[in-house]
């Protein structure tokens, strides 16, 4: 806006502060505001639309948000519920709302208002279908549809429909784990450490001059209720920080007055975060980590393509030499519409096999290379693990991180562009799961990391953070879910509310002391969890 409007003020207001102003303060500043009865009389049904709308805000958890915060800036969790809100003040009746995941990045403490908000919108004589892990809006569901029994070509079916069953009758994993016949147990043991790296004095955004350690050799997670400061101080201090003096970039990092501790010890700092994996359409997750290497020398090892004097460049598509030339390795054809969306099309010259026909000639074991990368990773580790040889063996050393990570179910020659954020953080993380031991002392930071996944996958996610930990590296987690909260070695929780009122350290410590912590939110969820601890 051009310097003339900032100069019209309404209760000693202009619109330009009124924008830099969190959801909760613009809501009290309109609730309290003083007009002359002209004003008030003019600005009576605006002033209501206005309220409507930011009460709504903060009904569904985002009473943090200024109204000038640029929206590619909001996760995905973020978005709908400001759709959500969107679709609540038009009062609208008769639709059908699809909400996927909606709960990402909510703190338990506003997952109550979330369902709230959703019931709003059904006793409004709408549909709601929503697509999700978190355990209390399951519950609150009045139909559940439980698809599986597991995931890939394991799935697929309908496992259970009806009202909430948590009885023995209904075996499916997701009523196993919420009735406690199944469970993610509690370690034995938490590290213990003595060495850490110290951020003191961060003041960026809202975060209020804290000193803060964070332990190294240990799982730690950093917690709080939504706007809290996490990702101020983790994201935009910590990382920044230590990214400079380790990896040698040049990032600018939040407000913070001094970086100590153990530097000397750590080689590197990786952010694991959700954006995607490959520029390309033709990058996936074996070749991310290098299995589609050996693969290729595998076939290109076959009696067929040493007759025909094929390497393993034949193999790819990628490069010219053995990927059918009209579509380019890619399968398909890509037509674009101009005004419409592009339309896909099944290459005709290689029917969607992306390999030349005497390529696809070569077999091993029956399969060709078109076959291979139709097998899920979980079939390909069987498919190898029954034909012993060295480079089977090494294939399968390859592929098992993206197993353990819970990807088995993916197909090996599954575009990058088709996985969720979170598939492709949990391909990274296998990628890091298959480096040798001696890549020295790594700290890994991961933002929300069980984005998208089932209890029974965030059983594999912990066994291999503990897998990277034993590896001899750090691990610092931004997290809600109180199932790895409470696999922690050492809580940091910031707090108390979100926004302003948030930016404080409330506590640091273990898990365990942490449920002693009146003031924390967490703690009071986090107590649940710990005392039915198996």
């Known amino acids: 806006l051009n310097r003339g409007a900032g100069f019209v003020k309404v209760a000693g207001k202009s619109i330009q502060e009124l924008v830099k102003m969190p959801v909760d303060q613009l809501y009290t500043h309109f609730q309290n505001i003083s007009l002359s009865p002209t004003d008030s009389l003019i600005a009576e049904r605006l002033l209501k639309e206005i309220n409507i709308r930011l009460r709504l805000l903060l009904d569904v958890g985002l009473p943090y948000l200024t109204l000038d915060r640029l929206s590619s800036t909001l996760s995905g969790g973020e978005s709908q519920r400001i759709n959500l809100s969107t679709s609540l003040a038009s009062n609208l009746v008769g639709s059908m709302y699809i909400l996927d995941e909606p709960s990402i990045g909510l703190h338990p403490r506003d997952t109550n208002l979330l369902i709230k908000v959703l019931k709003e919108l059904r006793d409004m004589g709408n549909t709601v279908i929503v697509v999700e892990h978190e355990e209390e809006i399951i519950k609150a569901a009045d139909e559940i549809i439980d698809m599986g029994p597991e995931a890939g070509r394991h799935g697929g079916e309908v496992v259970f429909q009806g009202s909430l069953d948590l009885t023995a009758t209904n075996q499916s994993l997701t009523s196993s784990y919420m009735s406690g016949r199944l469970s993610i147990p509690v370690p034995k043991l938490r590290r213990k450490w003595n060495s850490c790296i110290e951020i003191k004095g961060a003041r960026e955004n809202n975060l209020k001059n ?33 990214s400079n003096r380790l990896n040698g970039n040049n990032l600018k990092p939040g407000q913070f007055k001094e970086l100590t501790g153990d530097l000397a010890g750590l080689t590197k700092v990786e952010m694991v975060d959700q954006n995607p994996i490959g520029r390309s359409s033709r990058s996936n997750p074996v070749t991310y980590l290098k299995a589609y290497d050996e693969i290729r020398k595998l076939y290109a090892e076959q009696q067929a393509s040493v007759q025909n004097n094929f390497k393993a460049s034949h193999f790819s598509f990628n490069i010219k030499g053995g990927r059918c030339e009209e579509c380019q390795g890619e399968g398909i054809i890509k037509v674009e519409m101009q005004f419409m969306a592009d339309v896909e099309l099944t290459c005709e010259a290689c029917k969607g096999k992306r390999f030349r ?99 029974h996958d965030i059983n594999k996610l912990l066994a291999s953070f503990n897998a990277l930990v034993e590896h001899g590296h750090s691990i610092i987690l931004i997290e809600h879910n109180q199932e790895v909260i409470k696999c922690c ?18 506590f640091q410590g273990r898990p365990e002391d942490l449920v002693k912590n009146r003031k924390s939110y967490t703690g009071n969820f986090l107590a649940n969890k710990l005392s039915t601890k198996k």
């Open 210 to 242: 804290i000193d803060v350690k964070f332990p190294l050799h240990t799982i730690t997670a950093v917690t709080g209720v939504s706007g809290s400061g996490k990702s101020s101080l983790v994201s935009d201090i910590l990382y920044k920080a230590l």
């Open 357 to 455: 026909k005497d390529i696809l000639e070569v077999k091993y074991h029956g399969k060709n290379i078109y076959d291979m990368l139709e097998m899920t990773i979980d079939d390909a580790i069987d498919f190898f693990n029954s034909h012993p040889g060295k480079s089977e063996k090494r294939i399968t050393e390859k592929l098992k991180p993206l197993s353990d990570v819970g990807l088995g179910y993916i197909k090996m020659g599954q575009s990058s562009s088709t996985l969720s954020g979170g598939e492709s953080q949990r391909v990274k993380l296998a990628y890091f799961l298959s480096q040798e031991r001696d890549a020295g002392h790594m700290l890994f930071i991961f933002d929300e990391p069980t984005t998208g996944l089932h209890f």
């Open 489 to 506: 070695d050492w809580v940091i929780d910031l707090g108390p509310e979100g926004g302003e009122d948030g930016g404080y350290i409330v």
